[in-house]
């Protein structure tokens, strides 16, 4: 079964900078995506970013960014330039990458406060 | 509207009693999920569906739970006789089977409270 671990229950950034938030996951698996969401006090999650893991290249959505280490199966997460609006919990997530069920294994997440 | 809407959005309720949390997916989008949400945890895997049928169920923690779709459409979680450790959130996405990409939608959850 695969596992996915934050080991950040929170994490705290001044407004502007950048903070990387970590994410690491156990599995056989050779193919698989990663995603990181975003799950603000509304409770809605928020897709961020998303990660195959056949790809190379990290990728890249505006001011998020991951750093994906597949041997080391790390999948973390930067935010430049923070923003108020960036205040939310952030879960990193595993999915197979198998046609058919597409369940999410999440981690238990990473409380992020901007600080004005 | 557009996206996932579940109801209701709060539920409080006195162990021992039945509720039904219900899902309005996307509409088209063939593959429903639930998820629960304890308090500070991430989302745990309850049950998917692929269509009206339930290829995994795995994800359900006792046979006081269950769930249905009809139509391809709509789904109804159900827990009986509810106890205080059922206390959690539980969100809903749903997905276009077809293409690589899948992404879940999800909607705003219900949270349910058992005093």
Redesign the interface.
């Known amino acids: 079964a695969q596992t ?1 671990t ?1 080991s950040q229950p929170e994490m705290s950034v001044q407004e502007a900078e950048t903070v990387t938030l970590s994410c690491t996951y156990d599995t056989s698996e050779s193919d698989y995506y990663l995603f990181w969401y975003k799950q603000p006090p ?6 961020v970013i ?1 990660q195959e893991a056949y790809k190379q290249q990290n990728a890249t959505e505006n001011r998020f960014s991951v750093n994906f280490q597949k041997a080391a199966k790390s999948f973390s997460l930067k935010i430049s330039d923070s923003q108020l609006g960036d205040a939310a919990m952030y ?1 990193c ?1 595993y999915r197979t990458y198998n046609f ?10 990473t409380r992020l406060t901007i600080i004005p | 509207g557009a996206g996932v809407s579940q109801s209701p959005s709060n539920k409080v309720t006195e162990k021992g009693k039945d509720v039904e949390l219900r899902c309005d997916p996307i509409s088209g989008h063939t593959a429903l999920y639930w998820y629960r949400q304890r308090l500070g945890q991430g989302l745990e895997f309850l049950i998917y569906f692929q269509g009206n049928s339930a290829p995994d169920k795995s994800g359900l923690p006792s046979d006081r739970f269950s769930a249905e779709r009809t139509g391809e459409s709509v789904s109804t979680l159900t827990i009986q006789r509810t106890q205080q450790e059922d206390s959690a959130v539980y969100l809903c996405a749903s997905s276009f089977q077809g293409g690589l990409k899948n992404e879940q939608f999800f909607g705003p959850g219900t949270r349910l409270t058992v005093l």
């Open positions: 996915v934050q509304s409770r809605q999650m928020i897709l998303r879960f997530a058919g069920n597409e369940k999410l294994t999440f981690g238990t997440g």
